[in-house]
């Protein structure tokens, strides 16, 4: 980390506003107006736009961009907060465009995290105690509201809405304008209003280099758990019996097993 009095090196606007307990790793490029709270911390590269609010508790990755008018690590919107030390935590290396609102958690310690190399783009909201994997997406105006889990390499379309305590599992994609009121079983695209499984994201499997063998079993999988007429229970006892293990039929039932708010179903056509 930098000296703050070394403003020529790490390139900050002289209106910018910036802590002194704040940490500045080197090249970072902070803009005019932009304030810089209490004990956050910036790493190496990364630049943060004019007029963007980096609040208290927040830690914010190597060689990320914030771009102008967004809001991270600000109080959440939580009847419940009381003012309790909490944090933010950004990775290294992802994308917070203009408007975005990321807040920091609801109870002592606890934190919201987001994971690297994500792009979250115009406006979108990751609230308290949310936590996003790596390689996520989120379109202009999408909502995640408190407690929601997204997990590595989702894409959430435009406006679309996640309630509080939803989970999405890996590789899946979420339609635009969707209503997520349960979870979303990994490797699915889901969408409508409230959202439905439509079938298997394979564009999204196939670009994350998940192997052909591997995508064979998770199709397979997903069959006997959307087109066998079992209960998830049952449908979980097949899987376990018929479907060769690997690494993503395993966290495919590990996700099963852990969905306390029941998964979105298929759709169904009507005749």
């Known amino acids: 980390m930098i000296n703050l009095t070394d403003r ?38 990364s630049n943060i736009g004019p007029n963007a609010v980096i609040a208290r508790w927040t830690t914010i990755g190597k060689d990320c961009r914030v ?14 907060f009381k003012g309790e030390k909490t944090f933010t935590f950004v990775g290294d290396r992802t994308v917070i465009r203009e ?21 979250l783009m115009a406006y979108i909201h990751v609230a308290h105690n949310c936590i996003l994997g790596n390689h996520v ?17 989702v894409v959430i379309g435009g406006m679309a809405g996640v309630h509080q305590f939803v989970k999405i599992g890996r590789n899946a994609m979420v339609g635009g304008m969707s209503k997520l009121v349960q979870d979303v079983v990994p490797y699915t ?13 394979n564009v999204g499997i196939s670009r994350a280099g998940i192997p052909l063998e591997s ?14 007429g079992l209960s998830l229970a049952e449908a979980i006892a ?13 966290h495919f039932l590990r996700f099963l097993r852990n969905a306390e708010r029941g998964i979105c179903r298929e759709r169904r ?3």
Do not use: W
Not at 8 to 23: D, F, L, Q, T
Not at 99 to 119: Q, V, W
């Open 189 to 201: 695209i889901v969408d409508g209003h409230p959202a439905k499984v439509v079938g298997l994201n």
């Open 8 to 45: 020529e090196e790490s390139n900050i606007h002289p209106s910018a506003v910036i802590s002194p307990s704040a940490k500045i790793g080197k090249n970072v490029t902070i803009g005019p107006y932009t304030v810089i709270g209490d004990e956050v911390e910036i790493g190496d590269g």
């Open 99 to 119: 408007g975005a609102t990321i807040h920091r958690a609801t109870g002592e310690g606890n934190e919201t995290r987001i994971g690297s190399d994500c792009l």
């Open 215 to 228: 995508r064979r079993l998770i199709k397979k999988a997903y069959k006997i758990l959307y087109r066998s």
């Open 238 to 250: 097949v899987i376990e019996q018929e479907v060769d293990s690997c690494e993503e039929v395993e």
């Open 269 to 271: 056509e009507e005749n």
């Open 137 to 153: 997406i989120m379109s202009n105006l999408a909502s995640c509201a408190g407690h929601a889990t997204v997990e590595d390499r």
């Open 67 to 80: 771009f102008q008018f967004a809001s991270v690590g600000e109080i959440p919107q939580d009847l419940k």
